[in-house]
């Protein structure tokens, strides 16, 4: 049964497997609205899994879940593609902007997809990038930007559109020490204003250190870990 929180995350009873190995196993977990959630474990513990699993990317071998109380499962492929250009935001380790844009059309990107009229489309991301310290680079690309400004450019693409819940996989994996931990809390602080869900996956302790709560995924299951 969904908890019918607003904006809660339940994964109830899912399980995953790749051929043979199993990721998840009967697992269930409930991240409420507004939460800074950090997963942790080893390599191929299934931390990526269970992000995709969240975002609607991948489908579970069985059990449920639901976003919102919207089991994603019960949804066509046209209406996950909906739910996650709508209500969810995305950032990457290695950003994954589209070279061949220039920075405000990378963040225009999921307003554009949203139907959102261009001036208000235009003004909200000049709005988001000045607050993001990014004033006046709009018109350049990607290449012209270092690491660290190009994470800021693929945490504004993926708040831009006031989406409900925000995943992280090791978003500040590929930045060096001094820059990681300003990016992070500048992504931290960003989803707290807009009351977006925000869920990492992480190797690093310095990131969990940051979230109100910590899971790790251990043969198979989703367990609290202790402060």
Same mark, same amino acid.
Request: proline share 5%.
């Given at each position: 049964?969904?908890?019918?929180?607003?904006?809660? *995350?339940?994964?109830?009873?899912?399980? $995953?497997?790749?051929?043979?190995?199993? &990721?998840?196993?009967?697992?269930?977990?409930?991240?409420?609205?507004?939460?800074?959630?950090?997963?942790?474990?080893?390599?191929?513990?299934? $931390?990526?899994?269970?992000?995709?699993?969240?975002?609607?990317?991948?489908?579970?071998?069985?059990?449920? &879940?639901? *976003?919102?109380?919207?089991?994603?499962?019960?949804?066509?492929?046209?209406?996950?593609?909906?739910?996650?250009? $709508?209500?969810?935001?995305?950032?990457?380790?290695?950003?994954?902007?589209?070279?061949?844009? =220039?920075?405000?059309?990378?963040?225009?990107?999921? %307003?554009?997809?949203?139907?959102?009229?261009?001036?208000?489309?235009?003004?909200? =991301?000049?709005?988001?990038?000045?607050?993001?310290?990014?004033?006046?680079?709009?018109?350049?690309?990607?290449?012209? %930007?270092?690491?660290?400004?190009?994470?800021?450019?693929?945490?504004?693409?993926?708040?831009?559109?006031?989406?409900? %819940?925000? %995943?992280?996989?090791?978003?500040?994996?590929?930045?060096?020490?001094?820059?990681?931990?300003? *990016?992070?809390?500048?992504?931290?602080?960003?989803?707290?204003?807009?009351?977006?869900?925000? &869920?990492?996956?992480?190797?690093?302790?310095?990131?969990?250190?940051?979230?109100?709560?910590? *899971?790790?995924?251990?043969?198979?299951?989703?367990?609290?870990?202790?402060?």
């Amino acid at each position: 049964m969904s908890t019918g929180t607003p904006g809660a *995350i339940e994964l109830a009873t899912v399980s $995953k497997s790749y051929g043979p190995q199993p &990721v998840l196993s009967s697992a269930s977990l409930t991240i409420e609205r507004g939460q800074f959630v950090a997963i942790i474990g080893r390599s191929g513990s299934g $931390k990526s899994t269970l992000l995709r699993l969240m975002g609607g990317l991948e489908a579970a071998d069985s059990g449920a &879940v639901r *976003i919102d109380g919207t089991d994603l499962s019960a949804l066509t492929e046209a209406q996950r593609a909906r739910h996650r250009r $709508k209500d969810l935001g995305f950032v990457f380790q290695f950003f994954n902007l589209i070279p061949t844009l =220039t920075v405000g059309e990378n963040v225009e990107l999921p %307003l554009a997809l949203n139907e959102v009229p261009r001036a208000a489309l235009r003004e909200r =991301t000049r709005t988001l990038l000045a607050e993001l310290g990014l004033a006046g680079r709009d018109d350049a690309f990607p290449e012209d %930007l270092s690491g660290g400004e190009q994470q800021r450019v693929a945490i504004a693409r993926a708040v831009v559109h006031e989406p409900k %819940l925000v %995943l992280a996989d090791e978003p500040t994996g590929n930045l060096d020490v001094e820059t990681a931990g300003p *990016i992070l809390e500048l992504l931290r602080r960003t989803c707290l204003e807009r009351r977006a869900t925000l &869920v990492v996956a992480t190797h690093s302790n310095e990131v969990a250190a940051l979230a109100q709560r910590v *899971i790790s995924i251990r043969a198979g299951q989703i367990v609290d870990v202790a402060p």
